[in-house]
């Protein structure tokens, strides 16, 4: 058999996406053969140009007609958000499994009627998945194994950040990113919800109240052109970010423990500092996405004077997913989640087993990017994830 | 002339300052001498054991007897911060100059005490400091100078961390420092005292408002012995832990920036790990107390292929304080802040030149963290420091 | 016009070859069309297999043919190195362009015949490249260009190791690469030869003369099985090791600076750590194959407050290769170096540009070994890279 | 009882002992009292103030005076190496204990009459030290230990450098330490002479064999002025280097096991890196001087998916020397080898336990530097260190 893939969009997020489909086969013993058939995007030039400089098979401009295409089976969504909900709940309705980039949505109403959608679809077997790929990390894929095995006991706290600098420069233009109305959110959205999710993923524990602070650090930028259709008065050419730079959270996670949250774009000198560590009572594990094929591990039981913070590097065939790439000691990079996350959804697609992150897992990140909305706009006090209007006691 | 200094207490504290005073005149040209006259401590054989370990000449029992001898010139307070008060207000008084273990107090109105009296002392000449001496690791003096300098440019965040994990084990007994009424405060106001004051030193910035959670990790612990006069029902030999094990919270520096505040006895694997990294349009700054020797640096304005973190290697003569001790690289370690201290004190006392951490610095500190619980307290509502009972809209 | 590839041999490298080649015209906008046209292994049903896990259009078993064939245009050799030089002689005779995998040759004398064929073959435009993949780790090629642009000034040494450990373990059996007729060399001529280019490459100096030492730590290994046919007393199922596990040696670069090589399989808990570090008197630069993605540079021109070693992560888009690749901080692995090199090849093959490591560089590199295996069968003495077999005095 | 001292010499190294001496007492419980009697010095003037400075009770002229004083009880030596033997067999003699600086002497038979002494006060209860004080960083002491226990296994290599960069500037002038007359040996016995030591120290193997090179990088440099004294034509005012800047040498532990040995004072950016790296076929353990609070232990015997280089902080309670100082994870720095060796070396005087590095110690050192020395003299052909005119075959 073999497993045809439309994939709407064709950005950043497509062209990662293109290296997981084209890889994926090559590297991994798949159930099935994969085809990437078609690419989708409104402007008919880029789309074939994106298709065969990535290697689809044809390009198309009108997503509603190829979700329910007999000869695709699966659709890839890499859009900006405010149009996931509509593609991917059309898809699932097709019969499609869906593949949806993160952040799954703009909004947990979106969110909530695209998980009601997989969940009728998961009932005739169709598989639906978010792209958190940073869970497909070797090292973060280990780090949540060492967390489920016991390695670190009873967890006592977690501290995740997020850390960028793209926008240090106050000259940097008012891209779309920076404007409410196209990105939904700003730092916290984009960046924060990766490390919602981890932390989610790897301590397997749900975030259920949160208070936070948002802030937009450079308030004015240059607009793009007079005809970029951004908000903003055009006096001297510059107008408002209405999103936010700058979040700093703190989350509780179910049993208590406390987490340090922080999404930034302004921590100079740091492109793309994911970190995360998680402390308990029997050890501690940390990972950062910028030093990604390393994961250290502090080990309380062992005996007391070699105790230390071992730094795993995490490219030996015992890992996960490594054993498939090259010899020990030989690194990957960025794209290899892209191409783990397309052999883990294939496998899924296959064999019916489960595929993660689901759409529940996709609407909880939304649960508490909402709810950090909401405390930061009442001066950080509490508010749990699950009913985000209620400032609750505690 | 000599000056001849009183140290009251002698635990760990007592310990570090005496090698300060030890060394102080043998490794940098002092304008005087200085002499190790008493050391004070209730127990007399003890006090007096403690004495001959450490070089002093005598020891005493009767702080308040020392203070006003006319064979003192300074006093040094290592006590616990219950009685930092009492002392320092007599020492003044009686025209002593006084160095202070932080926290300063155990209150705002102490702290405010305190710093009424050292006000009126000055106008005589008289100096008062508080010991922060992590301001005297040169790698922290010169991440100082190096933004007084403008290395940074506008600071856009800040993100400051003191993290040990002496608590993670659950039977860990419940000491002094576990109790409010003997400690006051947990790791708050022991470690987080640092990391606020080494904000406001190395930025130049007040923290005037706050959000902060704390948190007791483990709740309960083991008593000492049945007459440790610890409180909590003694049934089945446990007591309750009445401070906090674990803060978060986030401060808005004078003009707008954040900063994120952690500090915690509950991060495994991290022994002593102060860290402090300041974001700014020109470059970043960062610093970790576990690895003192080095200060890393990030310069926006180096061409931009070359730039990154430079790790400088805080050992060489131009650096502050190092030409007085070893050649280029040879490192140095915890005390030599407290080597440092007693040096700038002695300068200071002889010369007349500004003593720094000052009780207005001490009393800064004091209210921030004052603000944080009362943050804490309610919901973690944003408190501004200087009028701590309101919550303020903003 | 489209290059179609012939590629002879598919072992681990043909595998890493293989990535170069898929995805080198997605990622880089090359002059031409590449097309995988045929892979060739001596076992049909092996190679089949390969070829379609890789993405080749056919398979054959008979590289003679396959490098005449008209709808070749290039020939990519990934074979064990004894057969490197006939086979590349064959394809340059008949016109076709070269890449060959390193070493270029088990011995000089093959190394100068197919330099011979490549100089011929140059005249009529024919290309040659051997494939020293290193030097296109964005962080090696950076570190050449700020050489080459005297960021180092005048070399004054050199310290390079290339260490790993897989044969550690004593019980590791007596593979291929292990006996000297199959594998030609041990650690020497596998990894060795990798720090003797990366220095010849970064410094753009030769390695005039060197005096080392090679040891088999190691001497008997356990059989794989009575059929391997691997020399050595069946007494008890072990063989002798007859190649070198490790190998130190020191070099004389052109001008005299001193470099100190060491490549070895016994350095536990190196797993793939080719380091190198080049010092003089402007600065120094690091490299570490483990830590890809950072050069660290040290410039000793800044002011003398603020030098250290600075960690330049080197995946912004003003880094070599990098703007074909994902934004800023996101990093590169192993394989990009393939990417890179197919894509340089392609270029030059299209546009007539130099490509290199040219196969007299890996004729120096041959050379190179060839002395120190006389130094080390001659007590070490120094020996002259061009008249091997002479012991020279200085 | 009180033990009391006289210091010969009051260069850099006086002042690091003098601090030895002083801490000792005040940090470590010791059996006897310790009083700092006499510091010797040429210059009446310049003994004085420096004994005044480092609180020595007295300074003197004349060192034979001193060496027989009925109120001398140990005799410590930090004159340059020229002198270390004359003093040392003097003090003996007259019962004094000695500690003498390394390097131990400036030549194999010096060092051998020297142990000569040493033997002959042993029998009367006499002790002798070499002050290679690097031994007793807590992490050196540990990474000893660890070996001893076995952590590492059968060494299979081991790799050492000691890395400095102060000679770089070529404008630099020629300090005696640059003359052959006057200070015996450059880089290869200045710090050569620790790598040696510590290698022998952490394996417990004797390095019996070499094979070196040894290089003066720049050979002129500027003469001080008309009156150093200095050889060399002083047309244009340069005058020869006439000792070696950097040493690259090959050593065979006895056993077989390989070291690389690197010793230079070119090594820009690096000050005092002096790094150890020991592999063998159970772990590894690595050291670095610039970051001496921690040590790095590679355990091949941990799972395999756990294995890493663990950071081990050595600032606990349970690591050597560590509980006498500050609480956990307060690091220490240079000096604080010398406080340990004071208290070692009282300690051994006054309960008969050895005290080592033994005289017998500091001669094998300098039979390896001879050896080196050797080796280099005659194309780097290797040396038996026992025997070093005879040029071996092996």
Redesign the interface.
Known sequence: MTLRVAMIGHG?MG??H??GW??A??IFDLPDRVEMSVLVGRDAAAAEAAAR???WSESATDWREVVTRDDVDIVDIVTPGDIHAEIAIAALAAGKHVLCEKPMANSVAQAESMLAAAEQAAARGTKAMVGFTYRRVPAVT?LRDLIAQGK?GNI??V?A?YR???L???ETPLAWRLQKDHAGSGALGDIGAHIIDMTQFVTGLAVDAV?G?V?T?VPRRPLLDSGSGLSGTAAEGYGDVTVDD?A?F?GRLAG???V?F?A?R????????LTI?V???K??LLFD??????LR????TAP??????????V??P??PYVAAW???????????GFVHQAADFVTAVCTGAPAHPTFAEGLSVQRVLDAVQHSAAA????VDVHEPTT?S??
């Open positions: 950043f062209a990662a293109s290296v084209r890889q086969p090559a400089k990535w290697g280990l670190v006592h706290q501290r950040a960028q600098d793209w240090v420069d106050p208070s602070t802030q650090v700058l700093i703190t208590g423990a406390l340090s922080e930034t302004f921590a100079t000198g740091r492109k793309n500092a560590e402390s308990g009572d050890g501690a996405l910028e030093d990604l094929n390393r591990f502090y080990d309380r007391s004077r070699l105790q230390g913070f071992t730094a795993i590097l490219t030996e015992v890992h090259w010899p020990a000691g030989h690194v990957l990079g960025y794209e290899h001066e950080s006090a509490w400032v006691m505690r």
